[in-house]
C-alpha cells in the first residue's frame, strides 16, 4: 500500500471535513479573508465538490479598511468561479467612525468581532468554516477541528467535545453554532507548497513591491489611502515590502523583501526564524490575547 | 540562534508524515521533553523563543528556561502548572514531518488522552525513572491500544535524578516489557533521557554509554508505521452524493481501503446492487486508479439507489447486522445505563443504538474485569449494542473505519463515549438481555421514541375526540407508534361494568390512567380522550402515569359546546333526560395548570391540530 504524501494527506483532510459539513450541517457558510489561508480553503472547496459548485457561499466580513487590492481581488474572484460572496459590514461602527488609528483593541473587538458575529446571525448561518490553523498561535493549537460557540459565539476552551478518529459530531444544541477549520493540521510551510503545487493565485501584495510605507513601532505600515493619520515626525518612504498575512491595512505590518516569485517567498519564509503572526498588530499585546478574543468570539 | 537549513526542507515535499502522541503522568515532564526537542533541533521560531524567555520570568522556574511553556497554551494551564488538552505541534526534520499531539496526564483528563490518541500511529510514553511504572502509565497504554495505537517508544525520563544508574533503567524496561505482552505492538523502543537536561533528546547522550539504541528523534524519523495492507478490499463509505446536473450522479468520500480502478464491479451496501465504474476523480483530477486515503468521486454506469452511509466495496462479505459487541471508553459527566438510546456514528452513518448490556467493566491499570450496572466517566467496558437497523460494520483489529464508532447523547448532543468493535452478535444465537431489563427505556428505544401520554379533557362536544384523533393521524405519519384511548374502545370493553355515578367515573379515569401507563411501558405514545371533570381524579391520573403525562384542556367554553351539540346530548341533558350530565347538572372542574390549552371556538380543525403539534413536538425526543 503505498502511501500518500504529506501534503495529500492534509488535502484528503481538509476535502473530508468539507464534505461532512455539507452533509450534516444545515446551514453552512465559508467565511473568506481573501488571505492565502481562504485561498486555499476556497480551492479545497471547489475540489472538495467538483463537477458541482460548493454547496455553501462565502462570506466577507468587510471593515472598511482592506487593502484596495485585496477588495478587487476578492470581487473578481467570486465572478470568476461563479460563487455566490456576501459582504457584511458593521455599518453602526462605520457611522460612528470607528477607525484602527483612533480605537485600537476596540477596533477589532467592534469591527471584526461584532461584525462577524452579526453576519452569522442575520444570515442565520450555523455552521462556519474558517482558514484558522493549529501552528498560527498556542490556544489555536488547543482547538478542536469542529468548535462549537454558544448563542454568544464564545468558545469554552475548558469544555470542548472529544473529537475521535475522523468521527465528527455536527449537532448542535439550541442557539450553538459551529466553527470549522479544515486546515487545523496546516502549518504556513504547508500552504505555501500547496499554493505552489496548485498554482493558486493569491493577492500581489504577498509579492515584493516598491510601496508607499511609514515606519510605525517597528512595523512597515503601508499607506494604502488617504484615510492614513501620519504621526508627527512619520514620512513615507517608498520600500520594497511584501506581506505575510493580510488584514486591515494600518494593522499589517509588511516586510521588505525582494521577493517577487512564489519560489522565491517559500525560500525566504523557511529561512525567515520569525512565526507569521509577528505581522498582526493585536497579537502584540500579550501571550494571552488571542486565548481571551477567542473566548469572545473572534474567530 | 542558528537558522535551520530551509533550502534543504523544500526538497522532499513528498515527504511522509508521522502523528505520535505523548503521554505520561502529571510531572513525568512531558511538555518539556516536546519542548526541548524543537528547541535543540531549532525548530522553533525565533519570536516564539523569545516569548518562551519572557514567559519563563513569569512562570514558576525562576527564570530558568522553561521548555514546558512552549506547549502548555491555554491560560488556565499555565496557572495550574498542568496540561488539560491536547496541544498539537507541528515541526519538519529533513527526514519527516510530524504532527505531536501533546496530551494530557491527570486521570480526569482521560477523555482528551483518548482525543490525542485516535489521531496517531506511535504514543511516547513518559516514565519517571524515579517513580518507575504508575497506574497512569498503564491507563495510557491501555487507552493508546484501544484507539488503535500500535507502535510505542517508552521514553524513561529524569535520568540525570539517579546519576543515569543502568540498574534502575534496566528494571524499569522489564517491567514495562511484561506489561506490554498483554498488548498487540508491532514496534517498541524504550529509550533513557533527561528532558531538563536534553540526554538522547536530539543527540546520544555521554551520560548513558551503555545505551546502544538510538536517541528520541533520530528513533522517530526512521520508524516505519505504515499499516499493512488490508484484505478485505476497496471500501468507500458514501459522504455524500453529488448531482451538479441530470447527466451527473457521483458517490463521494475517501476511501477506507483498497484501491478501485475505472471498469471495476462494485456492490453497493447494504442494498447489495452491483455495477461497474464509468469513471473516477480524484478531487477535480479523471483518473484511471484511485487508492486508499484519497477523497474520490464515483461514478457508476447504472442508477444503483446509494444515499449517505452507504458503501461501495467489491468484497461483499462484510458483516450487515443490528447487534454487535464493543469496547466502550464513557466520556460525558452523565453516566451511562443500560437501556438508554444514543445515536451511533461509524464511517458516515448515523442511527439511533442502544447499549443493552454492560459485559463487564475493564479496570483501567490492571485490565480486570469488574461487574458493572452503569459507567462513569473515563471508565472502560465491554458492551453489547443493539442498533435501529441494520449497519455495515467489520472488527477494529481489520478495520479501523468500519470498527470504530462515536455515541451521541440524543438531548444534550454531547459525543458521549467513543467505541472499537470486537465481533458482531446474532440476535437469534444471543441471550443478550441482562435479567429482566427489557426496561420501559429499551422497550420505548426499540420504537426510537420517548413515551407520552397525552390526557385530552374537556366538555363533550368541545373537539377532544376529533383533534385526539388528528393528532394520532399526525404522529403516525411522522413515524411514531400510538394507541388511542377513547369512549369507543374503553366503555364497551374493559369498562364495560362501569355506570356514570360518581364511584364509576372515579374508576373508570383510573383504569384508563393505569392502562396508559402500561402502554407508556410498552414504549407507545398513549392518547386519551374523555372528560375526566375533576381535578382529583386528572391528579390521580397524573400520580399514576407519572412524568409521561401531559395534559391538554380542550377549553372550549359552554356556550359553545351547547350550541355545537352534535349528538344531541346537552338538549337531553336540559330536558332532565340525562342525569349527572358534565357542565350541565354535574361540574366541570377546570384543570388548573394543563400543559397545553386550546379553545377551538373560532378556529377550524386542521388549525387546531397545527398548534397542538407545535406544542406536543416540543416533547417528542427527536428521530
Known amino acids: 500500500m503505498k502511501t500518500l504524501s504529506h501534503l495529500d494527506q492534509l488535502e484528503a483532510e481538509a476535502i473530508y471535513i468539507i464534505r461532512e459539513v455539507a452533509a450534516e450541517c444545515e446551514k453552512p457558510v465559508m467565511l473568506y479573508s481573501i ?77 471584526k468581532t461584532e461584525a462577524l458575529k452579526a453576519g452569522l446571525q442575520h444570515h442565520g448561518f450555523t455552521a462556519a468554516f474558517g482558514g484558522g490553523r493549529r501552528d498560527e498561535e498556542k490556544s489555536r493549537a488547543k482547538e478542536r477541528i469542529f468548535s462549537f460557540r454558544n448563542s454568544a459565539h464564545a468558545w469554552d476552551p475548558r469544555n470542548q467535545r472529544p473529537e ?28 505555501w507548497q500547496y499554493i505552489q503545487r496548485e498554482k493558486i493565485e493569491i493577492v500581489p501584495l504577498y509579492f515584493a513591491k516598491e510601496r508607499p510605507v511609514v515606519i510605525r513601532e517597528g512595523n512597515l505600515i503601508m499607506v494604502d489611502d488617504h484615510r492614513f493619520k501620519l504621526r508627527p515626525g512619520e514620512e513615507i518612504q517608498m520600500k520594497k515590502v511584501r506581506f505575510r498575512t493580510l488584514g486591515c491595512y494600518p494593522l499589517t505590518g509588511g516586510l521588505e523583501s525582494n521577493a517577487d516569485t512564489l519560489q522565491a517567498i517559500i525560500d525566504e519564509t523557511l529561512a525567515t526564524l520569525t512565526s507569521e503572526r509577528t505581522s498582526r498588530v493585536i497579537d502584540r499585546e500579550s501571550a494571552a490575547s488571542m486565548e481571551r478574543r477567542k473566548r469572545e468570539g473572534y474567530f | 540562534m542558528k537558522p535551520a537549513k530551509p533550502m534543504e526542507k523544500m526538497t522532499h515535499p513528498t515527504r511522509s508524515l508521522l502523528k505520535f502522541i505523548t503521554c505520561g503522568s502529571v510531572d513525568d515532564g512531558k511538555s518539556t521533553l516536546i519542548g526541548h526537542m524543537l528547541y535543540d533541533a531549532k525548530l522553533i521560531y525565533a519570536d516564539q523563543e523569545q516569548t518562551l524567555l519572557l514567559d519563563s520570568r513569569l512562570g514558576s522556574r ?37 504532527i505531536v499531539a501533546d496530551t494530557p496526564g491527570h486521570e480526569q483528563y482521560t477523555r482528551n488522552m483518548a482525543v490525542g490518541a485516535s489521531f496517531a500511529d506511535l504514543a511516547v510514553i513518559l516514565v519517571d525513572v524515579t517513580q518507575g511504572i504508575l497506574t497512569q502509565t498503564k491507563r495510557h497504554l491501555r487507552i493508546s491500544a484501544l484507539m488503535g495505537i500500535r507502535h510505542f517508544v517508552v521514553a524513561v525520563n529524569k535520568m540525570d535524578l539517579i546519576a543515569y544508574d543502568h540498574h534502575r533503567f534496566e528494571a524499569i524496561k522489564n517491567d514495562f516489557l511484561s506489561l506490554a505482552s498483554a498488548y498487540e505492538v508491532k514496534t517498541l523502543q524504550i529509550i533513557p533521557v533527561s528532558a531538563t537536561e536534553g540526554d538522547n533528546v536530539t543527540t546520544r547522550s555521554l551520560n548513558t554509554g551503555w545505551y546502544q539504541g538510538l536517541p528520541l528523534l533520530p528513533y522517530l524519523e526512521q520508524v516505519e508505521v505504515t499499516r499493512e495492507a488490508l484484505d478485505a478490499g476497496f471500501i468507500l463509505p458514501v459522504q455524500r452524493v453529488s448531482r451538479p446536473n441530470h447527466a451527473f450522479r457521483g458517490f463521494q468520500g475517501q476511501i477506507a481501503s483498497g484501491r478501485v480502478s475505472v471498469g471495476d464491479t462494485l456492490i453497493s451496501l447494504p442494498g447489495r446492487e452491483s455495477a461497474r465504474v464509468k469513471s473516477l476523480l480524484v478531487t477535480d483530477r479523471t483518473v484511471e486508479l484511485a487508492t486508499t486515503g484519497q477523497p474520490v468521486t464515483v461514478q457508476l454506469d447504472r442508477d444503483v439507489d446509494i444515499s449517505r452511509g452507504c458503501l461501495l466495496v467489491q468484497n461483499p462479505d462484510l458483516n450487515v447486522a443490528d447487534l454487535f459487541t464493543a469496547t466502550l471508553l464513557w466520556m460525558d459527566d452523565t453516566e451511562l445505563i443500560p437501556g438508554r438510546s444514543y445515536l451511533l456514528k461509524l464511517g458516515t452513518r448515523v442511527l439511533p443504538a442502544t447499549v443493552m448490556t454492560i459485559k463487564h467493566q475493564i ?33 477494529f483489529k481489520h478495520n479501523r473505519t468500519l470498527g470504530s464508532f462515536i455515541l451521541m447523547d440524543r438531548l444534550t448532543n454531547m459525543t458521549s463515549a467513543c467505541g472499537t468493535i470486537d465481533h458482531p452478535l446474532r440476535r437469534s444465537t444471543n441471550v443478550i438481555w441482562q435479567k429482566t431489563d ?173 398548534l397542538l403539534m407545535q406544542q406536543i413536538s416540543r416533547y417528542l425526543s427527536p428521530l
Open chain 2, 438 to 610: 427489557v426496561t420501559r427505556e429499551v422497550r420505548a428505544a426499540q420504537k426510537n421514541q420517548k413515551p407520552l401520554t397525552l390526557w385530552f379533557t374537556g366538555l363533550s362536544g368541545s373537539g377532544k375526540s376529533t383533534l385526539a384523533n388528528e393528532v394520532e393521524k399526525r404522529l403516525l405519519a411522522m413515524g411514531r407508534h400510538t394507541m388511542l384511548l377513547d369512549g369507543d374502545n374503553v366503555r364497551h370493553g374493559l369498562n364495560k361494568n362501569l355506570g356514570f355515578t360518581e364511584v364509576d367515573r372515579v374508576e373508570n379515569i383510573r383504569r384508563i390512567a393505569e392502562v396508559a401507563r402500561l402502554m407508556n411501558d410498552a414504549g407507545l405514545i398513549a392518547i386519551t380522550s374523555f372528560i375526566s371533570p375533576y381535578e382529583r381524579d386528572r391528579g390521580n391520573a397524573r400520580e399514576i402515569i407519572g412524568d409521561s403525562y401531559m395534559e391538554i384542556h380542550v377549553s372550549t367554553p359552554l356556550e359553545e359546546c351547547e350550541k355545537r351539540d352534535v349528538k344531541g346530548l346537552y338538549q337531553k341533558a336540559r330536558n332532565g333526560q340525562i342525569p349527572n350530565f358534565t357542565g350541565i347538572s354535574s361540574p366541570y372542574e377546570e384543570p388548573l395548570s394543563p400543559d397545553i390549552s386550546i379553545d377551538t371556538t373560532h378556529i377550524s380543525i386542521e388549525e387546531a391540530t397545527d
Open chain 1, 35 to 111: 488571505g492565502k489561508d481562504s485561498s486555499v480553503m476556497l480551492h479545497l472547496a471547489l475540489k472538495a465538490f467538483y463537477p458541482e459548485k460548493p454547496p455553501f457561499p462565502l462570506l466577507h466580513i468587510d471593515t472598511t479598511w482592506k487593502f484596495k487590492e485585496m477588495i478587487r481581488f476578492r470581487d473578481r474572484k467570486a465572478v470568476e468561479l461563479g460563487i455566490e460572496l456576501l459582504v457584511h459590514t458593521n455599518q453602526e461602527g462605520v457611522q460612528k467612525g470607528i477607525n484602527p488609528f483612533d480605537h485600537g483593541s476596540a477596533y477589532t473587538d467592534i469591527m
Open chain 2, 363 to 395: 479496570d483501567m491499570t490492571s485490565g480486570r474485569q469488574i461487574p458493572a450496572g452503569k459507567l462513569f466517566k473515563n471508565e472502560m467496558a465491554l458492551c453489547d449494542i443493539s442498533l435501529s437497523e441494520n449497519m455495515v460494520f467489520d472488527e
Open chain 1, 164 to 191: 475521535l478518529w475522523q468521527l465528527f459530531n455536527t449537532r448542535l444544541n439550541k442557539g450553538e453554532s459551529l466553527r470549522v477549520f479544515p486546515l487545523s493540521n496546516w502549518t504556513e510551510k504547508d500552504i
Open chain 2, 62 to 98: 525562576e527564570g530558568r528556561m522553561d521548555y514546558s511553556l512552549l506547549l502548555d497554551g491555554l491560560t488556565a494551564e499555565r496557572e495550574q502548572g498542568i496540561t488539560i488538552d491536547v496541544a498539537y505541534r507541528y515541526f519538519t526534520t529533513q527526514e519527516r514531518s510530524f
